[in-house]
């Protein structure tokens, strides 16, 4: 994390702490829908059922334009929003491209279909971060969660990427094995956790079950909670669609809080734009007007407050990292909580 960067950490957690309507920083990191197409249907996801956008690839040229568009502002992409971005055909190119420009990228990856050839890339291109979807112990809880016999060669497709960082001797992608807790796996969370923990990832993490799926009717709810733990994503980053569509949102799946269009206009116009302004100033007032309204009984609405942390753990945690095998799992888990209070990267 370079000066420039710490600066703007400062002023993101100064701003959850007043939460204004306009901020003096850019967005943080940037969600960047390569497609949304997907290969599974998860139980718990809006792609297969309830998100009735158009589906599509993004153009090269919207890519290259992007990233010359935000080119020293906004250092962290992340490679999707909602599909699987692994099924666009030039997806290394994207890569290759933004690691030549300098972007630091992560990924989240069912590895449904990936190539041997493709997996080689990510650890050649030095892709940062790949956060794989998992969500079960065995094939009959993957079918069961995400409706697909793919579970044995998900497990192969990891082990691969183990085996290739270790033979390239390198420690990208830092490898973050996932799973949402749910109806269908909460009496084999622990065994999740147990059964991988010597596989060689770097981290397990197991996060809160959303029902993307059930999402529109949550509107007629109005959640409640602790004003210190609201919402952080409007003064955090932009997610943009595979066709240019801009939202405050990762999850709004059919851009119901849509910002404009890039490059029609300018990402940082929108950062700071009234329609963002107006979701800001809503949320903090839990007023819901129509630019604000996807938010209304939304059970991500509120978390848990977010307290300032001490950046120089980001220089603490990078010296360490690449002789973390010498560390006991446990305690590293620990650091990881940690160091993601900050970053996921």
Known sequence: MNLNETINYNLYFQALQNRPPMVDYPP?????????????????????????????????????????????KIRYLRLFLFGEATLHPEFALFLKEAKDRGFSALLDSNLVGVSPELLSSLVDLQLDTLRISLDAIDNDQYRLIKGKDAYDQV??????????????????????????????????????????????????????????????????????????????????????????????????????????????????EFWNGEKLQCIRHNLVEHSFSDSSLFCKGCN??????????????????????????????QAWQGIEQERRKISPF
Request: hydrophobic share 35%; with cysteine.
């Open 300 to 329: 991500c609405l509120y978390g848990s407050p977010v307290d300032q942390p001490d950046l120089s753990f980001v220089t603490i945690y990078e010296v360490l990292y690449p002789h973390r095998e010498l560390i006991s799992p």
């Open 155 to 268: 497990m192969q497709a990891i082990q691969q990427l183990i085996d290739l960082r270790r033979k390239k001797g390198s420690v990208k992608p830092y490898l973050i094995l996932q799973c949402i807790q749910m109806p269908e796996n909460a009496s084999t969370i622990n065994s999740f956790k147990e059964i991988y923990a010597h596989l060689g990832v770097d981290f397990i993490d197991v996060v809160s079950y959303l029902n993307l799926k059930d999402r529109l009717k949550q509107n007629n709810g109005l959640a409640k909670g602790d004003p210190s733990a609201l919402c952080y994503q409007p003064w955090r980053h932009l997610a943009i669609t595979w066709d240019g569509r801009v939202t405050p949102c990762c999850q709004d799946f059919n851009c119901q809080m849509e910002l404009g269009r890039f490059p029609d206009d300018s990402l940082f």
């Open 28 to 72: 943080l990191d940037l969600y960047v829908e390569l497609t949304n197409h997907c290969n599974l249907r998860c139980r718990m996801c809006a792609n297969p059922t309830v998100m009735v956008r158009k589906r599509g690839f993004m153009e090269r040229n919207l890519f290259t334009r992007l990233l010359a568009h935000i080119q020293d």
